[in-house]
């Protein structure tokens, strides 16, 4: 069983900068490739980013491409997502997840989300 806890979330002007975080426990973090999703007010949860275990690929969504960065620190069992020049439509709630084979990720552990809220 995988506990995963998201922070770093809040409230912040359109061109900010915010950094989540997210930890995971009593499980084997390196199996994982990590992802975050994000749902926007009345709206379906989406991809955000994803990070493989090994940290060596990355997939991003066209909509935060260039401006969002994923990274992890499997020593630490954490994983990062920089947000940069933020806007109004990045506003939701952040959730990080799990998954074995970086496709599906329905079937894994997912955290309780952490809002991000960008004002214009």
């Known amino acids: 069983q995988v506990q995963l806890v998201e922070s770093g979330g809040g409230l912040v002007q359109a061109g900010g900068s915010l950094r989540l975080s997210c930890a995971a426990s009593?499980?084997?973090?390196?199996?994982?490739?990590m992802g975050w999703f994000r749902q926007p007010p009345g709206k379906a949860r989406e991809f955000v980013a994803s990070?493989?275990?090994?940290?060596?690929?990355?997939f991003y969504a066209d909509s935060v491409k260039s401006r969002f960065t994923i990274s992890r620190d499997n020593a630490k069992y954490t994983v990062y997502l920089q947000m940069n020049s933020l806007k109004p439509e990045d506003t939701a709630v952040y959730y990080c997840?799990?998954?074995?084979?970086?496709?599906?990720?329905?079937?894994?552990?997912w955290g309780q989300g952490t809002q991000v809220t960008v004002s214009s």
């Open positions: 990070i493989r275990a090994s940290g060596g690929s990355t």
């Open positions: 997840a799990t998954s074995r084979d970086g496709r599906t990720w329905s079937s894994g552990y």
């Open positions: 009593g499980g084997t973090f390196s199996w994982y490739t």
